[in-house]
């Protein structure tokens, strides 16, 4: 599930990302490089991928 479509990041690398550093979304950011581009995927309505980075941070969250 693509997450950050400029930098290719899948749900998956968020969710090892969350097991590390919580809901800190600059770090999360900083690690797999999701939201730095265009930006787009930290808006919760970005079209660009299927969930964007706010969503996937608060899904691992619950699924860990
Ligand atoms: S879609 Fe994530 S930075 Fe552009």
Known sequence: MLVCDCNDVEYDVIKESVKKHGN????????TDAGTTCECCLEEDCDKVDLPLP??????????
């Not at 969503?55 to 860990?64: F, G, H, Q, T």
């Open 24 to 31: 800190d979304i600059e770090a999360i950011k900083d690690a």
């Open 55 to 64: 969503l996937a941070i608060k899904r691992a969250l619950s699924e860990l």
